[in-house]
């Protein structure tokens, strides 16, 4: 069965960064986009950011852009989010996400498959 697990969370001070990974099994990586959730207390889970199948086209949340970068090894079968400059505001979990199509999954009813997400939590 597909697994996406996510890893690399934690609690971090308001300015530094963390890295989450995203481990995809059970199936053919390099013909899913992917992307990254995440929903914070209270909050409706919002789209983060996404990457094309071969890692050519990424876009961002306007509140991410700048700060992250995502990226994915089709070799490896992992996506990566590098999160810098944090602020209290991104604390949430994050969920790895990925859609079997061409176009990047932006909404949460374009997802085929979740992790189980992983907790990011920014002091201030």
């Known amino acids: 069965q597909v697994q996406l697990v996510e890893s690399g969370g934690g609690l971090v001070q308001a300015g530094g960064s963390l890295r989450l990974s995203c481990a995809a099994s059970?199936?053919?990586?390099?013909?899913?986009?992917m992307g990254w959730f995440r929903q914070a207390p209270g909050k409706e889970r919002e789209f983060v950011t996404g990457?094309?199948?071969?890692?050519?086209?990424?876009n961002y949340s306007d509140s991410v852009k700048g700060r992250f970068t995502i990226s994915r090894d089709n070799a490896k079968n992992t996506a990566t989010l590098q999160m810098n400059s944090l602020i209290p505001e991104d604390t949430a979990v994050y969920y790895c996400?990925?859609?079997?199509?061409?176009?990047?999954?932006?909404?949460?009813?374009?997802?085929?498959?979740w992790g189980q997400g992983t907790q990011v939590t920014v002091s201030s």
């Open positions: 996400a990925a859609r079997s199509s061409v176009i990047v999954p932006t909404s949460s009813g374009s997802v085929n498959f």
């Open positions: 059970g199936l053919t990586f390099s013909m899913y986009t």
């Open positions: 990457i094309s199948r071969k890692g050519g086209v990424t």
